[in-house]
């Protein structure tokens, strides 16, 4: 029996690497170094205050990894939840502003049109067996341009802390004795443990991975491949729009045309947590820890005199590096 | 042999441009492992799918356990018992064992998936088969035959009455064909009725109670497989009786020059220390079972794969082949197994695909001289006897048979000395495999150096003038033709450390 | 209809190139009644302004979708190239010539980048090219310090480059642009049917295995589509800047999808194999038509975002169509 199988290193056969993946312990050292550097390079990022604007970066760009990773675990891809994201929040957010909606009402339109949305990419995938990355592309042009004609092209606001009716900000961050609270955190981690369920121990998740691993199959098993690819692409647009209210209660302002890049950093994060291009393979866990990375750099490189401009290229050579990583693991799998 | 369970009755079915099923007939048993033979493209598969819902029929009743039924899926059949183990895996290999077999109806607590009784499940149905395999383990780690058993396994466990075998046994060793007859054997005990594809001659026989056989989409007659022969068989799939002698002696001189020679050769864990020589004018027959290492022993000499050690030597001197195009520069071509993947390119013309590996001698400056393109394609179109409109004709619309033969003139208008036909005759119909074995003895005739990669021992017999036999890697023989025997052979492929 | 999808003169020219003339044809009668001033010349010259940049960008990354791959750096290349080349004119006072020669340099340079990345690293060709749009962007905004360029206008100094989108002969303005542009597309129409390279790249998209085991270096020719892509990138730029003259930087990815958009809408594959030069360039006029149409009857830009996110959706979605009916 045990001839019959690849054998890995000392390493990777250690029971507590097994179980929590080579990679994602590699994430974590990776983490703690890029801490430890930016700590010792700048003393601006060794303040308190840096580690808010960190879990500002994490929550939005966590949600979006989420949904993002269980379109990647079935060999697709969502290119549209950066621009996505500034769509449903700008809807949402222009109801609530100009509209004078509860917010409550507001947050459940913004997940509405997200999930709206995700069902048009689902569908025009599964069933229009359009390629993904080209699909979402044009959602992503239409969002782009839908978001903008909603507002008239303004740019929305979503209610301030000190607002009347601000308290989803506080969903995110509270003050208590004069120090702010990141409690956003709780919502990424519970959001990220029902998820992990649901790829892991339920029939949809299941089916998700079986359609990355082999879609073929999976439908002559008498799976329904087209309705679980189009959940896929579901879940993106819901925690797309989750990740527009994190967005629009953390950051100032929400701009038409804006968003094109973010479904980058997302993307990248989970490729870096260990999801496969390729599909089949991936776990919110590592999600959670390559978006995390994506936002430490995003906080640090500023603090090391790197602006927006550098920061570009930085993640796009991160994510290419990611994606060789990827590559050469599924080569070697193969 | 109990009571009819299954019976199809004059099942018509057409395809735009083609009449694929021709009022054909079908009856199974309850406990008879039935065979279905045919060329390719006898309407086998299509029959099948028919059965299990995939295509549905233009005419004909199909009746199952005295009730006549149309599935209009494989689900339904599935439900209803009817049950297929394809040809090609289907299989999930980032998913476990266990995962694998109950994908579609997980054992479910409270709305999450129980895989630990799932585990349970598998390891029972397993031990009922004695089939070593952990239900835990992820399905991409096993070898190629521990997945075959656990789609065979998956589809016994869907309480099927009937079960369809596509062809079980091509990606199988010799020891696995052993439990896969041994499984068959447990099931036709317990009263199930199976129809069993299979192109291999020697398994209808060892293996099933009656055969079907199918042409050109008709329905030609059902025998009882120990009243038949071989022969009767052959005579009613290709309606003509075909000669399969074995050739007796090597036509090559002793004294003929070595073209190739391989030592030490080590790539992967399929090719280990693997060493050769190719004559002048010599077709070398490679032999073994599935996975033994023959292909992919091509592939790392051809280039195609990488390579770990090992010295090749052309006409004497010794090359460094790293890539396919040092391959070719030295004068090797290699036709895949695998036509359509790694052969030809579908959409291109049969001229195009003529002329790809030696584009380079048809450019007039930087642009191509589509004329000579075109007439040097002609010749090898009229040389090799292809049968298409012209040379302009995408090379999709040629049958396999003549597929292969744009492939042979890639690599003659590359004028290639050495030849490596990996399964020369794979998907080829009765008719155009002689063709394609008169066209190589004509290429060594004319001085030309081939390899054979052959799975069916009939051609390696009939074709080779020596043998080289590979099991697991490793050579494990070499004979002459005038020594080769099928018993040797296989004594030799089965000849493990 | 079959009749008139057999008839030689048709088969010659191709029957989804008609009527994709018939669909470029009827927009503009549509926008001429629906804007009256639509008919004038100076319509036609801003439109076809929009069309030189965008062609040969869509003529680029034809190649590369020959190959049955994707280019979504090429709008931000164009910018990073009109960026950095313009910096050069305007701040560094370089020549002209040079600074034209230094647009396309840098422009084939990411298509270097890509097409080692793609070709030799084996890297999926749309994040590649993702991450090297942001690699542009950035590497745009640091050379200028994220200020915008201007170009020297037709009557500055430098500013003859102007001649090859518009030169005025006896007071009418010639479109040299379209002269230029359509030399341009014939050239790349024979190297794509005539030459080796198209030949392969043709080929590669269709089987790339098969290619590679005939002995042909795939990846050298699979490299080389998308250095093709980003030089003609960086010619774009050259053009974007003659037509517009100001440049800025964190700009240019919605030029990716329309450059995409005349592709596929001119008949070549997203699956690879198939490509229409001739049809990209129908494509691409039509693209230009719409954008100055919309402009025309006053609506915003966006409108033209979702339009052609929908198109590009219809035309990929007709192409799988009919490679499913063949088979």
């Not at chain 3, 950035?138 to 170009?151: A, D, R």
């Not at chain 3, 085991?213 to 010619?235: D, F, T």
Request: hydrophobic fraction near 45%.
């Amino acid at each position: 029996m045990a001839d019959n199988q690849k054998k890995g290193n000392a390493f990777t056969n250690n029971p507590i690497v097994k179980a929590v993946g080579t990679q994602k312990i590699v994430v974590v050292l990776v983490l703690i170094i890029l801490l430890a550097f930016f700590s010792a390079a700048s003393s601006a990022f060794r303040q308190y205050s840096t580690i808010l604007s960190i879990m500002d970066y994490t929550y939005y760009l966590a949600f979006l990894g989420i949904g993002v990773t269980f379109c990647l675990i079935t060999g697709g891809v969502d290119l549209s939840i950066g621009t996505g994201l500034v769509c449903y929040g700008l809807i949402g957010g222009y109801l609530i502003t100009h509209n004078n909606i509860p917010v409550i009402v507001g947050i459940l339109v913004t997940l509405l049109v997200g999930v709206l949305m995700g069902t048009v990419n689902g569908l025009i995938v599964s069933l229009g067996g359009l390629p993904p990355f080209l699909a979402t592309l044009c959602t992503m042009m239409i969002a782009r341009g839908l978001g903008s004609l909603a507002t008239s092209g303004l740019s929305v606001n979503w209610p301030p802390t000190a607002a009347e009716n601000g308290w989803a900000r506080m969903l995110f961050k509270i003050e208590v004795g004069g120090v702010k609270l990141p409690i956003g955190f709780i919502w990424v981690l519970l959001f990220a443990v029902i998820m992990s369920i649901v790829l892991n121990k339920t029939k949809p998740g299941r089916y998700i991975i079986a359609i990355g691993s082999n879609k073929e199959a999976t439908r002559l098993s008498g799976v329904n491949v087209v309705k679980y690819q189009t959940l896929a692409y579901v879940f993106s647009g819901f925690f797309t729009g989750l990740a527009a209210i994190a967005y629009a209660n953390t950051f100032q302002a929400l701009a038409p045309g804006t968003g094109a890049g973010m479904e980058l950093n997302a993307i990248g994060g989970a490729i870096i947590g260990g999801t496969s291009m390729s599909g089949g393979m991936g776990s919110i866990a590592g999600t959670i820890l390559g978006v995390f990375i994506m936002s430490v750099l995003q906080t640090g490189l500023p603090n090391i005199g790197l602006q927006a401009n550098y920061q570009q290229i930085i993640i796009g050579m991160v994510l290419i590096l990611a994606v060789l990583v990827d590559v050469f693991k599924n080569k070697k799998l193969a | 042999m109990g009571e009819v369970i299954l019976t199809m009755k004059g099942i018509d079915k057409s395809f735009p441009g083609v009449h694929a099923l021709d009022h054909v007939d079908l009856e199974i048993r309850k406990g008879e492992v039935h065979a279905l033979m045919g060329e390719n493209g006898a309407g086998k598969s299509t029959l099948m799918k028919v059965l299990t819902g995939i295509y549905s029929k233009d005419e004909g009743t199909i009746t199952y356990e005295g009730k006549e039924v149309t599935f209009s899926n494989p689900r339904e059949a599935q439900a209803a018992g009817v049950v297929i183990v394809h040809q090609e895996l289907n299989m999930m290999g980032h998913l476990t064992v266990a995962q694998n077999i109950f994908i579609g109806r997980e054992i479910m607590s409270g709305g999450i998936i129980d895989d630990k009784k799932m585990n349970e499940e598998a390891r029972k149905l397993f031990d009922k088969l004695n089939i070593d395999i952990d239900p835990t383990e992820t399905m991409s780690r096993l070898t190629v035959g521990k997945q075959q058993m656990c789609e065979i396994a998956k589809a016994i466990s869907h309480d099927a009455k009937v079960i369809i075998f596509d062809e079980p046994s091509a990606a199988l060793t010799e020891a696995e064909i052993e439990e896969l007859f041994k499984i068959i054997r447990d099931l036709r005990e317990k009263q199930l009725g199976i129809v069993y594809i299979s192109h291999r001659m020697d398994e209808i026989k060892v293996i099933t109670d009656r055969v079907t056989v199918m042409r050109d989409g008709g329905y030609v007659g059902t025998l009882i497989t120990k009243d038949c022969t071989k022969d009767d068989i052959i005579n009613m799939m290709v309606g003509r009786v075909i000669y399969e002698d074995p050739k007796t002696e090597s036509t090559v001189p002793k004294d003929a020059p070595v073209v190739l020679r391989v030592e030490h050769l080590n790539a992967g864990k399929m090719v280990k220390d693997v060493s050769f020589e190719l004559h002048k004018g010599e077709i070398l027959g490679f032999s073994g079972l599935m996975g033994a290492g023959r292909t992919e022993t091509a592939r790392a000499l051809f280039g195609a794969d990488p390579k770990e050690s090992g010295d090749v030597y052309v006409n004497g001197e010794k090359v460094e082949i790293k890539t396919p195009q040092d391959a070719v520069r030295c004068g090797i071509g290699y036709l895949s197994e695998d036509r359509k993947r790694f052969g030809i390119v579908v959409d291109k013309t049969v001229a195009e695909n003529s002329t790809m590996a030696s584009l380079e001698r048809f450019m007039k400056g930087i642009f191509i001289n589509k004329k000579k393109e075109d007439q040097v394609s002609q010749e090898y179109v009229e040389a090799l006897k292809t049968k298409t409109p012209g040379v302009d004709q995408l090379v999709v619309n040629l049958s396999g048979g003549n597929q292969q033969k744009v492939v042979i003139a890639k690599w003659l208008v590359r004028n290639c000395d050495i030849l490596i036909f990996d399964e020369p005759t794979r998907g080829i119909d009765v008719g155009a495999k002689s063709e394609i074995y008169h066209l190589m003895n004509q290429l060594v005739a004319e001085g030309k150096s081939i390899i054979m990669i052959s799975s069916e021992m009939t051609e390696i017999l009939r074709m080779s003038d020596r043998i080289i036999v590979m099991c697991e890697g490793r050579k494990t023989g070499e004979l002459g033709i005038e020594e080769a025997t099928q018993e040797r052979i296989m004594h030799a492929a089965t000849l493990r450390n | 209809m079959e009749k008139i999808r057999n008839n030689a003169v048709v088969k010659k020219i191709g029957f989804n190139r008609l009527v994709l003339c018939g669909i470029l044809l009827l927009m503009y009668i549509l926008f001429a009644i629906l804007s009256p001033t639509f008919l004038s010349y100076s319509r036609i010259l801003s439109a076809l302004n929009y069309a030189y940049f965008l062609g040969f960008l869509s003529l680029g990354v034809t190649f590369v979708i020959a190959t049955g791959g994707i280019d979504f750096s090429i709008g931000p290349v164009m910018f990073c190239a009109a960026l950095v080349s313009g910096q050069l004119l305007t701040k560094n006072e370089w020549p002209l010539i040079p600074c034209l020669v230094v647009s396309i340099l840098v422009g084939t340079l990411f298509g270097v980048i890509n097409g080692v990345l793609v070709a030799y690293g084996g890297l999926p060709s749309f994040i590649t090219s993702m991450a090297s749009m942001m690699i542009s962007k950035g590497l745009g905004s640091v050379f200028t310090k994220t200020q915008s360029v201007s170009w020297p206008q037709a009557s500055e100094a430098n500013g003859w480059y102007r001649n090859l989108i518009r030169l005025k002969i006896g007071g009418i303005q010639v479109p040299t642009g379209l002269v230029i542009l359509i030399v341009a597309a014939i050239i790349c129409a024979i190297v794509l049917n005539k030459t080796r390279i198209g030949r392969y790249i043709l080929c590669i998209g269709s089987n790339r295995e098969a290619v590679r085991l005939s002995g042909v270096n795939v990846k050298k020719w699979e490299m080389l589509a998308y250095i093709i892509c980003g030089m003609l990138a960086g010619v774009a730029a050259i053009f974007f800047v003659g037509a517009y003259s100001t440049v800025q930087p964190g700009l240019g990815d919605t030029y990716n999808n329309e450059a995409i958009a005349g592709c596929v809408m001119g008949g070549t594959s997203m699956s690879g194999g198939l490509a229409s030069i001739g049809g990209t360039l129908i494509g691409v006029m039509i693209i230009a038509l719409l954008q100055e149409g919309i402009l025309a009857m006053g609506f915003q830009k966006d409108y033209q975002y979702v339009l052609t996110g929908v198109i590009v959706l219809v035309a990929v979605y007709a192409d799988i169509r009919s490679r499913r009916r063949r088979n």
